[in-house]
């Protein structure tokens, strides 16, 4: 891309979903950064800053802050034995049914999983997209059923191999408690894993007396809080299989992590899987534990998630309930990103021949028609250059594919008409399914779906690209990435029956399990260490270490073969994970050949795109 120039200063930026914040891979995302030159075009970063490092998006951000402020107080209140939880009121009945023996519910064929959550209060929507966050996960092992804990019945635990409750609402006040009485006793007689994640694991203690609570499970939640000495403190670390576990929460955001007071003497002592670390007292305490069939996670992980960050705990606890005898395993995969028809071949070939050299299969994500509606890089002259008009970089694509390549679409021209979208409204430069700017301070701001965002025109794109591969004599893609890794639902859902799969990040919106209309200013983002079947019905294929980022920009730090080195050691402890990241190919071999090598070091086995869906 010699001929290519571009503004000083600006580098692209890898997204990540951290939920909601932890989008930028949880539910509100965070990525790396960097800045290189394409033969003096410096590339416009591309962050995932729109959904916030709370993995968010910016909605759900503005309200983590409220929810963490609301849960502190409620507890300090239970604290105090000065909250009143009003019991969710019991089924109705009639003679009839009351009359009626109990039917046994069928179980559902092979691994499945019920996942429930909160709906109510001010903030009860947080729980339906921490919900989809569970679900992606869990549809890694099977059939995921989630719906509100407020509609479960009597015996549904035994319908599932196993079942999760995300706990988001904190029940009391004014606000009754929505978990049946039923949830609350079903889950501790049945012998089924149950996984409770976060707030009123007290009401079950309560519900099913706390004596029998702590004779079983060897902990009591009634006198377990958030806080230490009026204090959350600064949890700044989660060990797990001797993987020191990043969790990095700005003051006044963290809602805290459930401190257990464990029973002692007398009675089980529970299986201490994670550990917490204050990093101001230096005090530990458990961050999961389980006894019997109970597993209890001491906050929901999907808010500000990075690549090394404690939800990688979480993503491994679930083989203890859904697949218990998974081997271990850990494969690594690699793609180049964001080639288009103004790549430079010679760039292209150099990589090519490095990976095979190495016997390393990889995927390259190619762009089929590259345009500069507004001649940015081009003196003020609008261009558009199609594959087939560029010979040599399709002679150089069909070389990758002798040599371990495999074929992927990333987007049609990974940008959205001629506006800047949000930086120069080139290819590669911008989003194409998804509107975002650039604020005051310097973060990514997503905006939303793109006007006139349908059905007819996602699939207008996909159709358009894959002509534009056709035309050019290459085979047709069977994967897709968005660009950006932003879309709206509809995108999503029009673009997916296209493909295999998609390999990426993705964005998750409110609506989604409830089937109500979904709310595009509400979604989490999210990535994953294993391929999942999303609640779009897709199969997603993992990206979840990054990419390599020299320079910062955007708010978002450099990332270094060092980082990814490091965020693979992390997901080490994910039994059945894998290490999967995006080079560029317009930057030297060399970084590109320590990345792989230092996770090559960790006993890593490279592997090619499909065969991350095994």
Known sequence: MKELRGRSGISRVSLILALVAALLGGVAFSAG????????????????????????????SGDLKKWAADRLQKDQLRQAHKLT?????????????????????????????????????????????????VANLAGHFGTVTSKPVSAYTAG???????????????????????????????AMKTSRPVTWVGDNIWGMANAVGIENFKQKYGWDPTNSYYETNGTVGNINKVTYKNQDLTRKIPAG??????????????????????????????????????????????EIPFSYVSESDRVIVFEDLLFDGLAPATAERHRAFVRLEDISPKSDP???????????SQKIPYGINVIPTYTDPKGVYNG???????????????????????????????????????????????????????????????????????????????????TSGLAGFAAAGLPKPTLWTTPHYAGSATDYRAISPNFSARLERSLYFAGTLSGQPVNAARYIGQFFPYAVKDVYGTTVLPENIGNYEPVPYNNHPARLPADLVASAKANLAVRDGVASFFYHPY???????DTIEGIKALGYTFVGPTDLAQ
């Open 253 to 298: 955001f963290d809602g805290g992590v459930l401190h257990p007071a464990l029973s002692g003497t007398g009675y089980p002592a529970p299986n201490q899987l994670a550990v917490a670390t204050d990093a101001n007292s230096g005090a530990t305490s458990p961050w999961a534990l389980r006894t019997a069939n109970l597993t209890y996670v001491g």
């Open 346 to 356: 010679a760039e292209l070939t150099a990589m090519a021949d490095y990976l095979y």
């Open 587 to 593: 930057y030297p071999v060399q970084p590109l050949k």
């Open 85 to 133: 939880i009003t019991p969710a009121p019991a089924p109705k009945t009639t003679a009839q049914t009351a009359a009626a023996p109990v039917q046994p519910l069928a179980a559902a064929a092979g691994t499945s999983a019920l996942v429930l959550y909160d709906t109510t209060g001010p903030y009860g929507y947080l729980g339906e997209l921490y919900a989809m966050a």
């Open 380 to 462: 003020g002259k609008a261009e558009t250059v199609t594959l087939a008009q560029a010979p040599q970089v399709v002679s150089a694509l069909k070389y990758m594919l002798q040599r371990g390549a495999v074929l992927m679409e990333h987007g049609y021209t990974h940008q959205y008409s001629n506006v800047n979208n949000p930086y120069t409204g080139v290819t590669g430069d911008d989003f194409e399914f998804f509107r975002a700017h650039v604020d005051a301070s310097d973060n990514v701001v997503y905006d939303g779906p793109v006007s006139g965002d349908s059905t007819v025109w996602a699939q207008s794109r996909v």
């Open 33 to 60: 950064a960097e800045g290189a030159a394409d033969g003096g075009r410096t590339r416009p970063p591309h962050g995932l800053a729109g959904v916030g490092p709370a993995s968010l998006s910016g909605a759900g």
């Open 156 to 186: 549904m635990t035994e319908q599932y191999t196993a079942t999760i409750y995300i706990g988001s609402t904190y029940y009391g006040g004014t606000l009754p408690d929505a978990i049946p009485a039923a949830f609350y006793q079903d």
